[in-house]
C-alpha cells in the first residue's frame, strides 16, 4: 500500500504525530479563544502572546526558581492566568460596552508590548527547554517519542475535560446561561462580572498550558505565539466559535491535514490551513461547527 | 431641504498640498514621500474601516504584494506563470518582457492588486464583524507565505536596488526632488478618488451599510455588492500606494507583506482617527516620524507601538483629527450658544 503512493511508512507516521501534535495545540489555543469568545465577544489576540508567556514561564521557573517541568505544567498556567485576570479587570473590562472591534485591537496592542518587552529582554535566537520525557519506544511501523505521546494525551484530556466542564455541570450550565443573557443571570444572584474575569483567567491559562507543553519542543522564542495565532484565527473561522467540541475536533483534524500535506506536497504545509479556510467560507460560511445568524 | 453644512475639506486639502509643495524645502525629500505612501496606504483602509464598517486585518498584502509586482517588472520585466499541465506537471509560462518604465511598473502592480483585491474580497465579506478581521489577516499569511516562497520575489533578500528609468520618457526620477512631486501628484488623485467616492451616493450606501446592515438590505440595496466594490477599491489603492513605496524605497521586501505591516496601517489610521478624512494622513505622519526618531530603541519600539495602540483605544478612541473635531465642534456650539441673536441661523430644525 505505502509503494503504492510512493512514501514510506516512517515518513507518513512520523508526519502524522507531527500534525497530531501540532492539531494539539491549536485545539488548546482555538478552545480557550472560544470559551473566551462565548463569554465576552472578545477575539482575545493577545492569545498568542500568553501562549508564548507560558512557554518563557516554564523556562523561567526551572532557571530562577528550580522548578522542573512537573511544577511548571501546573505553575504556570495559573501565573499566566493571574496575569490575564488582571489585563481583563485593567483594560478589557472597559470596553465592553463598544463595538466588538475595539477590543480585537485592544489586545493586538497588548500583544506588541507583551512581545516586546520579551524580545527586549530575551532577544529574538531562542531558548533551549530540557525534555523531560526523554526516549521512546519503537511501534513497528514508528518510532514514537514519549513526549510527543505525553502532548497528544494530556492536550486531549484538558479539552475534554474543559468540554465536561462547560457542557455537563452546573456552573458550565452558569456560564451558558450567562453568554446567552447575562442580565438573567444577574438577576439570579450570580456574579456575573466575577464569572466573565475568571473565564478570561481561564481561557489564558489554557493558552500558556500549550506554551508549557510546547517548551520542550520548539526553541522558546518571543515570536512563537504571533506566527501561530494566525493560523489558530482560521481555525476558529472553520470551525466556527460555536461549539467547543467543533472546536477540538476542527484543531486535532487541520493538525492531521497540515501533516499529511508535510508528506504529499510539502510546498502547501504553510498555506493548506488558509487555503480550507477559503473554501469552508465560500460553501458554509458560518464555519463548519457554526450557526448561521 | 435643508443645504449641507459648508465643509472645510477641501480648503484644509488645498492648505495641505500647498504645505506639501514647499515642503522639501525643509524635509528629507524620501522621508516625506515615505509618509505620502503610508498615507494613501492608510486613507485607502480607512475608507474600508472608516466608512464601511469592515476591519481588514490584512492589508499588507495588497500593500506587499503591488510593491513586488510593481519592484520585479520594473527590474527584472519578464513574467514567469507557473501552469500545470496534463501530461508535464508543472511548468513555467515565461512572457519575456524588458524592464518597464516606474510608471508602467506601478500601474500593472496596482491593477494585480485590484485582482488580488476581487478575490480575497469575494471570500472575505462572507464575514462580518471579527471574523472579518480574522479571515482577512489569515489571507494575508496565505500571500505572505506565497511570497516566501516565489522565486521571483527572492525570499528573506527581497528585490532590491529597483531601477528609477525615466518617467514618461522625460522625467529624471533618480533625482529625489523630481521624484517627491510625482509621488505627491499621485497621493492627490489618490486622495481625491476616496473623497469623491464617499460623497457620492456610492459612499452614502457604504455608510448606511456601516450604520445597519439589515435595514440597507431591507431597503433593496445589494450589500454585498457594494462592500466588494469598496473592498476592491480599496485594495487597489493600497496596491498603488505599495508599488509606489517599492519605486521611493527602490526595495520591495517581506516587510511589506507581514502582518506587522498590517497592524502599522491600522494604528496609523486609529491614531490619526478612523472614518475621519484627514486622520489617516496624520496618523501616518505622527507614526512615521515616530519610527524614524525612535529607530535607536531597538526592541522598544513594539512596545511603544502597542502601548499607543492601548491608550488610543482606551482614552482616545476618535484619533488625533476625531478629537480635534470634537473639540471644534463643542466651541461651536459655545459661541452659538453666546450669540442670542438667532437672526442669522437658519429655521430651527
Known sequence: MFELIGVSPQALFGQLLLGLINGAFYALLSLGLAVIFGMMNVINFTHGAQYMMGAFCAWMLLNYAGVPYWGALVLAPIVVGS?????????????????????????FGLALVIEGVFRSQYGISGLPYGNPLPGGTNLGFMFLPWYRGWVVVVSLAVCLATWFLIEKTRLGSYLRAATERPDLVQAFGINVPRMITLTYGFGVGLAALAGVLAAPIYAIKPDIGANLIIVVFAVVVIGGMGSIMGSILTGFGLGILEGLTKVFYPEASNTVIFVVMAIVLMLRPQGLFGTPR | MSTPPKSWDMPVFAALVGLAIAGPLFVYPVFLMQVLCFALFACAFNLLVGYVGLLS?????????????????????????????????????????????PEIAILAGTLVSALLGLIVGVIAIRRQGIYFAMVTLALAQMVFFLCLQAPFTHGEDGIQAIPRAP???????????????????????GFLLIYRTIHSPFGQVLKAIRENEARAVSLGYAVDRFKLIAFVLSATLAGLAGATKALVFQLASLTDVAWQMSGEVVLMTLVGGLGTVFGPIVGAAVILAMQTYLASFGEWVLVIQGTIFVVTVLLFRRGI??????????????????????AHRGPAE
Not at chain 1, 83 to 107: A, P, Q
Not at chain 2, 321 to 342: D, F, I, M, N, Y
Open chain 2, 57 to 101: 486585518f490584512g492589508h499588507a498584502m495588497f500593500f506587499g504584494f503591488a510593491a513586488y509586482i510593481a519592484g520585479h517588472l520594473a527590474k527584472v520585466g519578464t513574467v514567469a506563470l507557473p501552469v500545470w499541465l496534463p501530461t508535464m506537471g508543472k511548468a513555467w509560462l515565461t512572457i519575456p518582457l524588458s524592464p518597464l518604465t
Open chain 1, 83 to 107: 496575569t490575564g485576570v488582571l489585563i481583563e479587570r485593567l483594560f478589557i473590562s472597559r470596553l465592553y460596552h463598544l463595538d466588538h472591534l475595539y477590543g480585537l485591537l485592544l489586545t
Open chain 2, 321 to 342: 483629527v476625531g478629537e480635534l473635531q470634537g473639540l471644534a465642534g463643542r466651541l461651536e456650539a459655545k459661541l452659538a450658544s453666546h450669540s442670542t441673536s438667532g
Open chain 2, 167 to 189: 518617467m514618461l520618457g522625460a522625467f529624471d526620477v533618480r533625482n529625489d526632488f523630481i521624484f517627491y512631486y510625482v509621488v505627491l501628484a499621485i497621493f492627490c488623485a
